[in-house]
């Protein structure tokens, strides 16, 4: 995604390191968008967190370390701890591969996608309140609805809009974010509905399944429809 998002967003920049480590630079005031996205922790050392930190302070935004590990306590840890940074997030990552299982989805549904700049007001009101969004956030929602890489539905039921989500096909990987269901509509199959109508598109266009980070409010249906954890997503700020 963070290599991605420089192609919508001007002020945004994104590369590979040697190491593997991706940067990403958004200029958003939220430090959860100004990143380093590191998949082998092993390349840790208190130096190469410094050289990491300085590119942000540079830059003159607040940043984060987000180390992608198959145990939610990574191996590099206490060395972050150590460097004066603090846990802030751990979600589980989580995969399905094949045909998700048949079930049965509530009549009243319809899963639309979006098409036209109403669809895309109706999406983000959904999202915002599904979320219940900080203002942190509009920038990141408003380049995902810009996005090629992106399909985006709306669920509606008997006639109001309830629910969206997301998929993200980006670097070989089908990606699903920003399942949301307004609370009045929750718990009536919303977003059931929404997962299957994502995953489908994702095996119509040729993956072999979908990824997702989880929140703890979507643990339990990720689970139920049987997704497997795939590790970590453990997210490390500045200690204030």
Known sequence: MFEAIPSYYSHARSWREPD??????TGWSSATFNAAIVRDSAVLSPER???ISD???RAGVNFT???????????????????????VLCDP??????????TALNPGLLIQRVLSQHDIDIYYQIVAEGFDLPPV??????????????????????GAPVGAGTLVECAGVAGIYNVATVPDARDQGVATAVMHALHHYALADG?????????????????KLGYKDDGYQIVYALSE
Not at 215 to 222: N, T
């Open 20 to 25: 593997g480590i991706v940067m990403g630079i």
């Open 49 to 51: 967190i410094d050289t």
């Open 55 to 57: 590119v942000f302070i």
């Open 65 to 87: 370390i987000q180390v992608a590990d198959p145990r939610p306590s990574p191996a590099c840890a206490e060395l972050l701890h150590s460097e004066g940074f603090s846990e």
């Open 93 to 102: 990552m989580m995969r399905f591969e094949g045909a998700l299982p048949a």
């Open 137 to 158: 956030i509009e920038d990141f929602v408003a380049v995902m609805l810009k996005m090629t890489e992106c399909r985006h539905v709306i669920a509606w039921l008997n």
């Open 207 to 223: 993956y072999s399944g979908t990824a997702l980070a989880s929140s703890v409010m979507g643990l339990p249906l990720y689970r």
